[in-house]
């Protein structure tokens, strides 16, 4: 058991919140949540889809150690894999609470729908874990890699599928003009590697800081580099999404992106997810710089991305659908998460936090590569 | 094998909501629960403004999105063209909700999606829906398409209908009388 030290106050708080809020939920169901039967998916949601995908980006950025050649990006393999699978382990602790009924699951392996999303949501993920936990065995009694670099292999498939079928599950609704159609699957995969990069920035400094060392110049300045591209096209893909939807002639998609950029969502959308999220770290990563500027911009894209999948998940329902021609009771529909809904996402964030330091106590993660505090980091990003 | 379907006069409806009372009672649902509800829509310019209520409910769609999305097959179609839910199935995600573009889910403290049973059980047994058979002025016809002297078959041959929300593509077995103007 890792000892306990005073930073794991504030995710230990969080755990005991998350807890709060799932006793919450077990005793008062639906009327824990902040939905509606016009809303019917809310932050939990959005939550799980933010873990998911980190959990997936972060396994992504990890194999391209794998497979790139680049020393800076291999010293991340074995982090990205204990990453992941806690970020994969809260992700999942939250959809289960967030589920009406998670043990009626075992008809998703005795009643299976291979039309549904969410069926293929659930093999792809239990895959992905089963694999990440063949890796991380592999990764602690396999010193040559030989079999980890197989399961890599298939993991990396698994993983864009994985996250491509999440957003699918989206994409394929097509009552919902906002989320319809192919840009969601892509765009996911895209915001997936950019919060996986940056979930990885953030615990390397933080977990080198943990020992009185700074992280790894190298390893910093190539995670900045990855969040920097992703960034960029994250915010071009936005631009695109914005114009194509206020352009739209489907009423309802042009409703939900004026939603989005100067109706209710507006504050949100403009300060957290585009600014917080992503202009500012593009200041701040496109100056060369050391590790600390990497990680103040993996923070704050963090916070956007989050905001990012809570604006999607809400845009897409706001707007109320027309079942009788020329009737629409309200203009938009209202949806605001409850107190549970935030301490079950701030539970799923400390259990995440806590899963981590776990392994890197119990287990070798190989990120032992750190330099002395005072040492030029710049000079060892541009060796 | 019957083939349900339900036939609605909307310009009959006077908007008293003794179907969703009647629906209420028959399944025992709390009084935020309901399983149909009616519209109101205007037609119209001043000084010549005419009120329709449309009654709304699960359209039991041949070609259901919300049978399409469930990772369970929870809900499901019978052969007789009721979409049901198994209670024991669901586990609770509430997709159905999101992909049903008639919005006539409703979540219930268990967290299973609930709609329109059409009454199955007890329309087997010759019986109308208590939203049919309460109805004073019969905006409501339910029955077997499949048979040429039930009520519905009858009366689908005298007028013109429309479906809601048929370029979803979901074939609805609910039809409307479709009235001039």
């Keep these: 058991m890792p000892k306990f030290e005073r930073w794991m106050a504030l995710p230990g708080l969080l755990v005991l919140a998350g807890l709060a809020g799932a006793g919450y939920k077990l005793v008062y169901g639906e009327h824990a949540l902040g939905t509606t039967a016009a809303v019917p998916w809310g932050s939990l949601i959005a939550g799980y889809v933010f873990f998911a995908a980190a959990a997936t980006g972060v396994g992504l950025v990890g194999a391209a150690g794998h497979y790139s050649g680049r020393p800076a990006l291999a010293a991340l393999e074995r982090p990205s894999l204990f990453l992941a699978l806690s970020l994969l382990l809260a992700g999942f602790g939250l959809i289960g609470i967030e589920l009406g009924n998670p043990l009626h699951m075992i008809y998703i392996v005795f009643s299976p729908n291979l039309h549904s999303g969410i069926w293929w949501m659930g093999l792809l993920y239990s895959i992905y874990m089963a694999l990440l936990v063949v890796e991380c065995y592999f990764s602690q009694t396999d010193p040559a890699n030989k079999n980890l670099k197989f399961v890599s292999a298939l993991a990396v498939v698994n993983k864009v599928a994985a996250v491509c079928n999440l957003g699918a599950i989206f994409a394929l609704v097509a009552t919902r003009p906002f989320w319809h159609g192919f840009y969601f699957p892509l765009y996911i995969l895209l915001t997936a590697i950019l919060s996986g990069a940056a979930a990885l920035a953030a615990v390397m400094w933080l977990s080198a800081r943990r020992r009185g060392r700074e992280a790894d110049g190298g390893v910093m300045a190539a995670l900045g580099r990855i969040m920097l591209a992703a960034a960029a096209v994250t915010l071009l893909a936005n631009a695109g999404k914005v114009f194509h939807g206020l352009a739209s002639g489907d009423p309802a998609l042009r409703e939900a992106t004026a939603a989005l950029v100067n109706g209710p969502l507006a504050l949100r959308f403009w300060v957290l997810e585009i600014g917080l999220g992503l202009l500012v770290p593009l200041a701040l990563l496109v100056k060369p710089g050391g590790g600390e500027r990497v990680f103040r911009a993996a923070v704050m894209v963090l916070i956007g991305v989050f905001f990012m999948r809570l604006d999607f998940v809400m845009a897409g329902q706001m707007v109320p659908q027309v079942v009788v021609a020329g009737v629409q009771h309200t203009l938009m529909h209202a949806y605001a998460p409850t107190w549970t809904e935030w301490a079950l996402i701030g539970g799923a964030a400390g259990a995440a936090t806590l899963l981590f330091a776990f392994s890197e106590a119990r287990f070798d993660l190989g990120a032992g590569k750190t330099v002395a505090r005072g040492q030029s980091l710049r000079a060892d990003a541009s060796a | ?181």
């Design chain 2, 1 to 181: 094998m019957a083939h349900y379907a339900m036939l609605i006069d909307a310009a009959r409806c006077t908007g008293c909501a003794a179907c969703r009372v009647a629906c209420q009672l028959q399944w025992q649902l709390p009084p935020e629960v309901f399983f149909n509800r009616l519209e109101f829509r205007e037609h119209g310019q001043y000084p010549d403004v005419r009120q329709e209520i449309v009654p709304v409910q699960c359209m039991h769609c041949d070609n259901p999105p919300c049978a399409t999305v469930c990772p369970t097959k929870a809900t499901y179609k019978r052969a007789d063209g009721l979409v049901l839910i198994d209670h024991d199935k669901c586990i609770g995600c509430k997709y159905c909700v999101v992909a049903c573009p008639y919005d006539v889910r409703q979540v219930n403290d268990r967290g299973i999606p609930e709609k329109c049973r059409f009454c199955a059980g007890f329309i087997e047994k010759g019986e109308q829906p208590p939203c049919a058979s309460t109805c004073m002025n019969d905006v409501r016809v339910f029955g077997d398409l499949d048979d040429p002297n039930s009520a519905i078959s009858k009366k689908m041959k005298t007028v013109q209908v429309y479906q809601l929300a048929a370029e979803k593509g979901t074939k609805p077995r609910v039809f409307y009388v479709k009235r001039g103007g």
